[in-house]
């Protein structure tokens, strides 16, 4: 077991493959309100007027919006480099598996360690990606209590059933992960044909 302090104070204990494979903590509105509004900024340090607050609450949530889209591109630029490179070097292990060079098959080794190793560092790249969006998205939401609407967090989240209820929306950042796991079960399997049929 691995421990780890928690923001409570109390220890929050996590298995090597719960740590490094599970969920993870899930982000939590609570926690975003806390520290979201400025206490020392008010509606006089905006010369009294509420509309001029308004509007730079409104200017924040619109970068802050772009720049959780931002990530979602970044995410999804690095998960076609991955899924390229991988697909790559399957049709790669396609031709030189039609007509395999002499040599040890134990030559493999070294090159399937590197492959796994590139798949795993996939998965916890989506990994973090996910928990940097479902950061930014709480935050999102608590930055709509502020407005006089809430299209994201009390309209469309709650719409698709905030992500729990697969009929209405399985979120794609779950789905992607499988992925680069199923790349990683094919290499282990690729190798271990490898060194039984030679």
């Known amino acids: 077991m691995i421990s780890e302090p928690s923001g409570s104070g109390k220890e929050v204990r996590s298995s090597f493959l719960e740590l490094y494979f599970g969920r993870g903590k899930i982000a939590d509105i609570g926690d975003a309100r806390s520290g979201l509004v400025t206490k020392s900024v008010t509606a006089r340090a905006y ?23 931002r990530i979602s591109a970044r995410r999804a630029l690095a998960n076609t480099f ?14 030189f598996w039609k007509d395999r060079p002499e040599g040890s098959v134990w030559l493999l080794a070294l090159p ?7 798949t795993l560092a996939w998965f916890w790249l ?3 990606y996910r928990q940097l969006n479902t950061g930014k998205y709480v935050v999102i939401g608590a930055l709509e209590e502020l407005l ?3 299209p994201y967090w009390r309209s469309e989240w709650v719409v698709l059933g905030q992500g729990k209820d697969k009929a209405r929306y399985w979120p794609l950042t779950h789905l992607e992960q499988w992925v680069p796991l199923l790349f990683t079960g094919a290499y282990v399997a690729g ?5 039984t049929v030679s």
């Open 82 to 95: 991955f899924l390229t490179l991988n697909t790559g070097i399957f049709a790669l292990f396609g031709v």
């Open 148 to 150: 006089p609407v809430s």
């Open 191 to 195: 190798f271990v044909i490898a060194v």
């Open 47 to 69: 010369a009294g007027a509420n509309e001029k607050r308004q509007a730079a609450i409104l200017d924040q949530y619109k970068l802050y919006v772009e720049m959780a889209d």
């Open 126 to 128: 989506l990994r973090s």
């Open 112 to 118: 399937a360690i590197v492959l796994v190793g590139q």
